[in-house]
């Protein structure tokens, strides 16, 4: 479904991504590990055009072009069929939770705005959100706000969804429920990257596991055995660190 090739990314003089592959198969569930600034996030970013990468290559759906000459066109074509869960939820504060789902379907896809609130009820639904469909962000918590961002993922049937620390701005009591929809998602057999460092999700959930650092892949394996018998000290290291 997705191959990334030689994917180089610099800010300025200081160089964040130094050349990285990645392949994701059609219901794989890949979590992306290592410490901060590892690159995790910029890699994740750059495969959906949120930031431009400097050097390397991306296959879509079998059609394949180069990061620094892809036309808006056909990054307006991949985005149709991908979805993205930010950190810190990137909620309209002026709209409810079924007008952030539906918004995309009736401005950006010109779907009819009862069709789409039919397709965002059932979002919501999905991810427990549906008897707070006319709240407002402020009046959710912050997992609740989560939930309705990865309804709002959902609602736009994507082939793959990005997930950028999904829990990362959560309070520890408030985790749980949106990793909870996110392995529901995996056994449903949606295909996902998960930037994440809830090790437990890394390894019970996810299929593959990746670790960076450094602007490198330094391991990467199916995540039994990435987390039962890493292959490298570092790797070992990490993940003792971590749990």
């Known amino acids: 479904m997705l191959e990334v090739k030689g994917i180089k990314k610099n800010f300025g003089e200081l160089q964040i ?6 392949k994701v198969d059609s219901g794989d569930v890949i979590s992306l590990i290592g410490p901060s600034g ?13 930031e431009t990468a400097d050097e390397g290559t991306i296959t ?3 059609k394949t072009y180069e990061f620094n000459k892809i036309s808006k066109k056909e990054i307006a074509e991949i985005r149709m069929q ?8 990137n909620l309209f504060a002026n ?3 079924i007008d952030n789902v539906t918004l995309g ?30 709240f ?20 736009t049937d994507p082939k793959i969804i990005y997930f950028d620390e999904p829990t990362s701005a959560l309070d520890p009591e408030l985790i749980g429920e949106v990793l909870n929809v996110i392995t ?37 394996g199916a995540s039994k055995d990435f987390f039962t018998s890493p292959k490298l000290a570092r790797t070992r290291e990490f993940i003792n660190f971590s749990i």
């Open 60 to 62: 879509f759906n079998g």
């Open 184 to 220: 529901k998602l995996a056994e449903d057999g949606m295909t996902m990257i998960v930037v994440t460092h809830e090790m437990s999700f890394a390894r019970d959930v996810s299929k593959k596991t990746i670790f960076m650092e450094h602007g490198l892949i330094v391991e990467e």
């Open 105 to 134: 379907l009736t401005v950006g896809r010109k779907i009819d705005k009862k069709t789409a609130k039919e397709k965002g009820m059932d979002m919501l639904k999905k991810v427990g959100m549906e008897e707070r469909a006319n």
């Open 38 to 50: 590892s690159g995790k996030t910029t890699m994740l970013r750059c495969i959906n055009f949120l």
């Open 82 to 89: 991908t979805g993205f869960v930010f950190q810190n939820y």
């Open 95 to 97: 709209m409810t939770a």
């Open 136 to 155: 407002y962000p402020a009046q959710l918590s912050g997992g609740q706000q989560q939930r309705v961002a990865i309804a709002r993922a959902l609602a």
């Open 17 to 22: 991504l130094k050349g990285v592959d990645l």
